[in-house]
C-alpha cells in the first residue's frame, strides 16, 4: 500500500487532515484491517457531514466488502446512531467517519467492535496500524461483502426518550445550537416531540461550517448561543459538537456549565430513580460529583480518562452512569456507551422536577467549588513531560498522591491533577480550590512549576 503518517491512529480514532494525512486509499486500507482485525462478518459504517465524509465513506466500505464484509451503510448520521445501530442489530463492529469537533480540513474514523465497545490505540487501534505499516492484511475474499442500508433513527429516538418522563417535561424555552452538524439531522425529531420552545441555529447541516465550528468548548463557537439565549430570556442553551456525540450547556444568563457541574447534576437524576447506584467521574473532575453522589446515597468511583476505560470499568462495577469532564456522558442502558442527548434529556427533566432553571440548579455548586477549568501546556520535547509530572510529585510530597492517569494529588482544601497528552508534548493541569482566591493562587503555583 502507499506510504502513510502513522500519527493519524490516536488513542481513541484515526484522524488527521484530509487528504494529506487521511484520505481513500488509506481509508480502503483500514476497512480491510478493520474487517481483518475483528474478523467481522457484518457490519455497520454512517458518516459525518464533512465535506470530504462521502468518499471516505465510500472508500471505507469499499475495503470492508473487498475483505469479506457485509456492510450496512447508514447514511447521514452521528456516532450515537451508528453505536445504537451496532448494538441493536448485534453486529460484529461499526465505523463512524468523523473528526468529531476537528475544523472543517480534518476528517476521521471512530471503530468499535461489538456492541459498540469501541477499539483504542491500547486496544485494537494500534493493531491496526501495524498490519498496515507491516503491509500485513490478509488477502481479499474470494467473495467480496454485501452492501446495503438501514433505518435506524426513528429507533434511536424510541430508545433514548426512554430515559425520562416525557410527560414530566415542562414547556422550557430552549436555544439549541447545532454547529451545522449531525445534530440537526437528530435533534429537530427529538424536540418536537417535547412540549418546549426551541430556537434554533445552525441546523442546515453543513461540512463547510458556514457560521462557526462544531466545536463549543471553544468560547467564540458558543457566542452565537450565548447571544440568542440572553436576547430571548431562555431558560438554557443546549449546543452539540460536529458528530454530536457531545452536547454542552449554557444557563439563562448564557454562562457555560463546566462538565464537572452537568455530571453532578446528571449523577442527581440517576441517584433519584436508582438509590444506591453506582457513577464514575473522571480523575479531572471536581469534587462537586462524589459530594453529590454522596448526598443522594450512591458510590462515587474515579476513573481514567477516555471512552475506552470508562465503558469498561462500568461494566465491572454494574456503574448507571458516568462522565468526563469533557462533555461525554456513559450510560448503562446505553450499552455503556457514551450519548450528546440522552444528558439533555435528562436536565430538562431534573429541572422540571425540581421545579428549578438550569442556573437555579446550578447555584449550591458555584457557590463552593471553584475550578480552574483545563489549562494546557506545551513543552518542549516529550522527555520534559516525564521530568515534570517527577518534579510535581516531589515538591508535593506531603499530599495525597496516586498516579492513575498522569499524577493527582489531594489536600484538605485543594487538589489538582496533571496529565500528559497522548499525541503531544504538553501537559494538562485540572486544579480546585475551596475559594476563588485559593484556586488561582495554587493555579499559579502549579503552572510555575509547570512552564519553568
Given amino acids: 500500500m502507499q506510504p502513510f503518517d502513522p500519527g493519524v491512529f490516536k488513542a481513541y480514532d484515526v484522524r488527521g487532515l484530509y487528504p494529506d494525512q487521511i484520505n481513500e486509499p488509506l481509508a480502503s486500507e483500514i476497512g480491510r484491517g478493520f474487517v481483518a482485525h475483528l474478523g467481522a462478518r457484518r457490519i455497520a459504517?454512517?458518516?459525518?457531514?464533512?465535506?470530504?465524509?462521502?468518499?471516505?465513506?465510500?472508500?471505507f466500505i469499499q475495503g470492508a466488502r473487498a475483505q469479506g464484509a457485509d456492510v450496512i451503510d447508514l447514511g447521514l448520521l452521528g456516532t450515537d446512531q451508528l453505536y445504537f445501530a451496532v448494538a441493536r442489530d448485534d453486529l460484529d463492529g461499526g465505523a463512524q467517519i468523523t473528526a468529531s469537533h476537528n475544523p472543517g480540513q480534518y476528517?476521521?474514523?471512530?471503530?468499535?467492535?461489538?456492541?459498540?465497545?469501541?477499539?483504542?490505540?491500547?486496544a485494537g487501534i494500534s493493531d491496526i496500524r501495524d498490519m498496515l505499516l507491516a503491509d500485513a492484511v490478509p488477502a481479499p475474499a474470494e467473495q467480496p461483502g454485501g452492501l446495503s442500508g438501514a433505518e435506524v433513527l426513528e429507533d434511536y429516538l424510541e430508545h433514548i426518550l426512554g430515559f425520562i418522563d416525557v410527560d414530566a417535561i415542562r414547556p422550557f424555552s430552549l436555544v439549541l445550537d447545532a454547529g451545522s452538524g449531525i445534530a440537526g439531522v437528530v435533534a429537530p425529531p427529538l424536540f418536537d416531540r417535547l412540549p418546549c420552545q426551541t430556537q434554533r441555529?445552525?441546523?442546515?447541516?453543513?461540512g463547510s461550517f458556514p457560521n462557526h465550528e462544531?466545536?463549543?468548548?471553544?468560547e467564540e463557537n458558543r457566542r452565537d448561543l450565548v447571544e440568542?439565549?440572553?436576547?430571548?430570556?431562555?431558560?438554557?442553551?443546549?449546543?452539540?459538537?460536529g458528530d454530536a456525540d457531545r452536547c454542552f450547556f449554557v444557563d439563562g444568563e448564557g454562562e457555560f456549565i463546566s462538565g464537572d457541574f452537568i455530571t453532578a447534576l446528571l449523577a442527581e437524576a440517576f441517584l433519584r430513580k436508582a438509590p444506591g447506584a453506582t457513577v464514575l467521574y473522571d480523575v479531572r473532575a471536581s469534587y462537586a460529583v462524589k459530594d453529590t453522589v454522596a448526598a443522594h446515597g450512591g458510590r462515587a468511583l474515579m476513573n481514567r480518562v477516555g471512552h475506552a476505560f470508562f465503558k469498561t470499568r462500568m461494566k465491572e462495577e454494574?456503574?448507571?452512569?458516568?462522565?468526563?469532564?469533557?462533555?461525554?456522558?456513559?450510560?448503562r442502558e446505553n450499552f455503556y456507551a457514551d450519548n450528546g442527548f440522552i444528558p439533555a434529556l435528562l436536565i430538562l427533566e431534573l429541572m422540571s422536577v425540581r421545579g428549578q432553571t438550569l442556573r437555579e440548579l446550578l447555584a449550591p455548586l458555584r457557590e463552593r467549588y471553584f475550578i480552574s477549568g483545563e489549562i494546557n501546556t506545551a513543552l518542549e520535547d516529550q522527555g520534559m513531560v516525564g521530568e515534570k509530572?517527577?518534579?510535581?510529585?516531589?515538591?508535593?510530597a506531603d499530599g495525597h498522591q496516586y498516579r492513575m492517569d498522569g499524577i493527582s494529588v489531594e489536600y484538605p482544601t485543594w487538589h489538582f491533577n496533571v496529565r500528559p497528552s497522548n499525541t503531544?508534548?504538553?501537559?494538562?493541569?485540572?486544579?480546585?480550590?475551596?475559594?476563588?482566591?485559593?484556586m488561582a493562587e495554587r493555579r499559579d503555583e502549579v503552572l510555575e512549576l509547570i512552564q519553568g
Avoid: Q
Avoid at 458518516?47 to 471516505?56: K, Q
Avoid at 439565549?229 to 459538537?241: E, F, L, N, R, Y
Fill in 45 to 59: 459504517v454512517s458518516r459525518d457531514m464533512r465535506l470530504s465524509s462521502p468518499s471516505i465513506a465510500a472508500a
Fill in 107 to 122: 476528517n476521521g474514523i471512530k471503530l468499535v467492535g461489538r456492541r459498540a465497545l469501541p477499539l483504542s490505540g491500547d
Fill in 201 to 206: 441555529l445552525c441546523f442546515e447541516v453543513d
Fill in 214 to 218: 462544531a466545536n463549543p468548548l471553544i
Fill in 228 to 241: 440568542a439565549v440572553t436576547a430571548s430570556s431562555a431558560d438554557a442553551g443546549i449546543a452539540w459538537d
Fill in 318 to 331: 454494574n456503574s448507571v452512569f458516568g462522565g468526563e469532564v469533557t462533555g461525554h456522558y456513559y450510560f
Fill in 389 to 396: 509530572i517527577e518534579a510535581l510529585a516531589t515538591k508535593y
Fill in 424 to 438: 503531544e508534548p504538553l501537559l494538562r493541569l485540572n486544579l480546585e480550590g475551596s475559594t476563588p482566591d485559593e
